[in-house]
């Protein structure tokens, strides 16, 4: 049985959202991009799996098996999706998983935990507690940042976990403070190529969409 990865999908799309010295999030989106990472690592350690319907909104994740990752937040997610009382679509457990309590957080005292960043604790506007997560060892964010620059930039088929990685950081918009607006450019077909098959990252695109025209609509 395969090792687990130095990090998982989640993970490493938080240290790509984050600003390296100031430990603020650079994405809109990045929630999105979390939630979307967390699925991806349940249907790759196949502890769910996909069903194909008809159409895009027709595809189902289904149970497949139980048992729990030694991880505190996937497992939570896994006794979701478990204990779901109907099957749903990618873009509807996306959407789900995004209303989580505290998943930024969560996410970001793992990494603690672990040395890869510090906590430093604030106020925004000296009234809202707000905790900011800068890089204390940089070696894990360099090598994720040069594996998806490769990913991006060369044309060698890639594995799954870097494919679904680049794809959902694109449709988040976690790519471009890594790579820059000129890379995201010049290798727009490319990332589109990446994107194409990775289903996870066209839900969590839909469910963006989707959240967007609601606070549009709640705003006017």
Known sequence: ?????????????????????????????????????????????????????????????????????????LDEMLRKVHGSKKPRSPKEWVSKLSGVSALRKRVGTGLVRRGVLRERNARVLLLFPWTYYPLLD???????????????????????????????????????????KQVLKDRKVRIEQIAEDQYIAAATKKAVQEAAAAAAAAGG
């Open 138 to 180: 940089p070696a894990p964010k360099r090598r994720l940042v040069e594996r998806i620059r490769a990913a991006v930039v060369g044309d060698d088929e890639l594995d799954e976990r870097t494919a679904i990685v680049v794809a959902v950081a694109s449709v988040t918009g976690v790519l471009k403070p890594v790579l820059g």
């Open 1 to 73: 049985m395969p090792s687990a990865p130095e990090l998982r999908m989640h993970e490493e799309l938080l240290l790509m959202a984050l600003d390296d010295e100031k430990g603020s999030i650079r994405a809109t989106n990045f929630k999105y991009a979390l939630c979307a990472g967390l699925l991806a690592e349940l249907v790759l350690e196949e502890r769910v799996t996909l069903e194909r319907g008809s159409k895009p909104s027709k595809d189902r994740i289904i149970p497949a098996n139980p048992k729990l990752l030694s991880d505190p937040l």
